[in-house]
């Protein structure tokens, strides 16, 4: 099998490889002879913000999970280790810092439904 070579100029090497990059292919070899047998291949490209939020959103949502196990611990722990009055004091004071966080878990799904709307338009 003989061996070729193709010469590109400077601004067709880049675009070259820029194509090569965007395909997915891994090697060269593979990607020219899907160009030149007219094969169909795919090109990904990557939004680094929407992976950057999604994976922030991953992280919250692991961190929220958390905070819903301990909720349920401290409430048991606070049955058994105080009076009724002063669970119920407590109690109160824990359901209010928890309408806060609903709040602000709102303005994260506000927040998410936006960024999908912007990325989807």
């Known amino acids: 099998m003989a061996n070729s070579k193709v ?29 030149v047998f007219l094969e169909e291949f795919r090109v990904v490209k990557t939004d680094r913000a929407a ?32 009076s009724e009055k002063k669970t119920l004091a407590l109690l109160y004071k824990l359901e209010g810092l928890t309408r806060e966080f609903v709040a602000l878990n709102q303005k994260i799904i506000d927040l998410a439904v936006r960024f999908e709307h912007q990325n989807n338009s």
């Open 51 to 82: 992976m950057e939020f999604v994976t922030r959103l991953t992280e919250f949502y692991a961190q929220f999970r958390a905070v819903g196990v301990n909720y349920n611990q401290v409430v048991k722990e606070l049955h058994s280790h105080f």
């Open 7 to 35: 010469n590109f100029t400077a601004v067709q090497h880049a675009r070259y490889l820029a194509l090569f990059e965007q395909s997915g292919i891994p090697t060269h070899a593979r990607f020219i002879a899907a160009r």
